[in-house]
């Protein structure tokens, strides 16, 4: 049974900092892209960080370059997004994806909830 579990979220003021992390099983982790997207309410679900399955590239959109950093563990099936400098903009629920571009699969967590505000 393919699993992803987010947590990690939370409630934060601006500036602050916030560590997601995901919990992926059930399938062949490291052959799958990662990423974490956000959907805030009334937006489109939007993508906010991919890295490759050996970890050796990440892309970000320029809405987060420089603040937000994604990493994974292939040892314990894990993606994580480190998020600093966090901005009222960056509320939403952050979800956790993976995909087999070649098989045409993808899976997703639940989300979990960030909400930044004073």
């Known amino acids: 049974q393919v699993q992803l579990v987010e947590s990690g979220g939370g409630l934060v003021q601006p500036g602050g900092s916030l560590r997601l992390s995901c919990a992926a099983s059930g399938f062949a982790f490291r052959r799958y892209v990662m990423s974490w997207y956000r959907q805030a309410p009334g937006k489109e679900r939007e993508l906010v960080a991919t890295i490759t399955g050996s970890g050796g590239s990440t892309t970000y959109p320029d809405s987060v370059k420089g603040r937000f950093t994604i990493s994974r563990d292939n040892a314990k099936n894990t993606v994580s997004l480190q998020m600093n400098s966090l901005e009222p903009e960056d509320t939403a629920e952050y979800y956790c994806?993976?995909?087999?571009?070649?098989?045409?699969?993808?899976?997703w967590g639940q989300g979990t909830q960030v909400t930044v505000s004073s």
């Open positions: 994806n993976a995909n087999h571009a070649g098989y045409g699969i993808d899976y």
